[in-house]
């Protein structure tokens, strides 16, 4: 079920940097290759100079990195398709293809764009240069080629673009915490308006039903009253987790707010979706919530809500309809279920 995120310690701790030690040397040459070990992160080469692929060779795995070489950009291509580059040290003068026109290919492909790339070039005057760093090169490096300089460059491009990939992570990271729910680690109330909007968009596209659930824990006051607040935040932890076990993968569950929540079914008609909504309300009047010792009996009331294929409600009419069958549930003494009637429109 995708109510949860990959916990986020996990997922940072099995981010590591990026690994270029051991030396391995593939060669590739007249348009085919063969990797022999697959690298975690290596240093590609693009140069159709023969003596020049060997130098770099010889001079990169001196310092350690690993190093796949390529002759020609239609090889290069299928390279980094297969296995992203650390960094690319790239000639601009190739058969069939200028380095200037695959630097430009590599930046305007989201998945390649942030590659470190060194251009290589005889040719040193500035328009070429000017050329290359405007094209999204991050270094110019003129042949013939000063050995220390060049790596002490491709270090630092290394770990400028290291620095890079895990600031990315990092906004990743930060985004999916802005949708979650602190309390309960579902999403929260701003998430939910997102992917209601979205799912709304994919039903209409597709001339499917949609279905929202919006369930409120009955009387919940009193267990904050009886039992104090701290028991009323794990019972909320515990109801989440009861939930959730009556939602499928693809179904979205968030925390509306307070002791109430919320769940978007996707593909689901009403008869589906009241199903689904009277096994969640039997499911917490049935099951009983242990929370150190003290045992805590829930119900709660639950308004359905659903969008046919031909149907144009938007995000928010949704959620009002679906509070006007919770209000409706309330009415009628609580611990139950009702279905919004769009003819009545209650
Ligand atoms: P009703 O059946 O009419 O929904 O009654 P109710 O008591 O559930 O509703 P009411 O709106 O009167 O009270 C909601 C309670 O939920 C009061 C509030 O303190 C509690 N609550 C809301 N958010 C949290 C939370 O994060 N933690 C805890 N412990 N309690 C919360
Ligand atoms: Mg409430
Ligand atoms: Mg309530």
Not at 149 to 167: D, F, P
Request: hydrophobic residues 40%; contains cysteine.
């Amino acid at each position: 079920m995708s109510i949860f995120f990959p916990s986020f310690l996990n997922f940072l701790a099995t981010r590591s940097e990026m690994s270029l030690s051991s030396p391995v040397f593939i060669e590739v040459g007249m348009g085919m290759y063969s990797i022999q070990k697959k690298p975690a992160s290596y240093i590609l080469v693009v140069d159709d100079d023969e003596d020049i692929r060997s130098l770099f060779k010889f001079l990169l795995e001196n310092e350690g990195y690993e190093v796949v070489t390529a002759p020609s950009c239609k090889d290069c291509f299928e390279i980094i398709r297969k296995n992203k580059p650390g960094l690319i040290i790239l000639d601009i003068l190739l058969p069939g293809e200028d380095g200037i026109e695959i630097l430009k290919k590599l930046r305007g492909n989201p998945q390649f764009a942030s590659i470190p790339v060194i251009l290589i070039s005889a040719l040193r005057d500035t328009d070429h240069i000017v050329r290359g760093l405007q094209a999204g090169a991050n270094d110019y490096v003129t042949k013939p080629i000063n050995g220390p300089i060049l790596l002490a460059r491709i270090e630092t491009h290394l770990k400028l673009g290291s620095l890079v990939n895990r600031l990315k992570r990092q906004k990743d990271i930060l985004s999916k915490m802005a949708a979650l729910d602190e309390l309960t680690g579902i999403y929260n109330r701003r998430f939910l308006f997102d992917i209601l909007t979205s799912e709304i968009e994919r039903k209409t596209r597709y001339k499917r039903s949609l279905s929202l659930l919006m369930m409120d824990i009955d009387h919940f006051k009193r267990v904050n009253d009886k039992h104090g607040h701290p028991v009323g935040d794990k019972t909320l932890q515990r109801f989440v987790d009861l939930v959730g076990t009556s939602l499928r993968s693809n179904d979205v569950f968030c925390r509306y707010g307070g002791e109430e929540f919320c769940a978007i079914l996707p593909e689901t008609d009403t008869t589906q979706a009241e199903k689904v909504a009277k096994r969640i309300q039997s499911s917490i009047e049935e099951t009983s919530i242990t929370i150190s010792g003290i045992q805590i009996y829930l119900t709660v009331s639950i308004g359905v809500v659903t969008s046919g294929p031909d149907h144009e409600q938007s995000a928010w009419e949704i959620i009002e309809h679906s509070d006007k069958a919770l209000y409706m549930a309330k009415r009628n003494g609580r611990n139950c279920v009702e279905v919004y009637n769009a003819l009545k429109g209650k």
